[in-house]
Nanobody, 124 residues
Framework: EVQLVESGGGLVQAGGSLRLSCAAS????????VGWFRQAPGKEREGVSC????????YYADSVKGRFTMSSDNAKNTKYLQMNRLKPEDTAVYYC?????????????????WGQGTQVTVSS
């Protein structure tokens, strides 16, 4: 059974840092494009970061570029999102998701496996 489990969310002051984890089971995480998404109350879900399986290129939304870094630990079958210099507008539920098919770029990915989400709250 494919399962994604996020952790690491919490309450942090503006300017602080958090590291989110996304642990996968039931498949080899590194074979698939994986994305981090977030959804704030009253807003649509938006893509934050994505790492392609085909070429390892990592993409970031302009709003987080230079502050967030996505990484992998293949031995643990886990992806991470290091979030630095957090802002109140980063407050949201953060989700990780995996592509439906292996070996693709983020640009062609269709994310069908989702975690349950982890809440990130940044106070001003």
């Amino acid at each position: 059974e494919v399962q994604l489990v996020e952790s690491g969310g919490g309450l942090v002051q503006a300017g602080g840092s958090l590291r989110l984890s996304c642990a996968a089971s039931g498949f080899t995480f590194d074979d698939y494009a994986v994305g981090w998404f977030r959804q704030a109350p009253g807003k649509e879900r938006e893509g934050v970061s994505c790492i392609s399986s085909s070429d390892g290129i990592t993409y970031y939304a302009d709003s987080v570029k230079g502050r967030f870094t996505m990484s992998s630990d293949n031995a643990k079958n886990t992806k991470y999102l290091q979030m630095n210099r957090l802002k109140p507008e980063d407050t949201a539920v953060y989700y990780c998701a995996a592509d439906a098919h292996p070996g693709r770029s983020c640009l062609g990915a269709h994310f069908t496996s989702w975690g349950q989400g982890t809440q990130v709250t940044v106070s001003s």
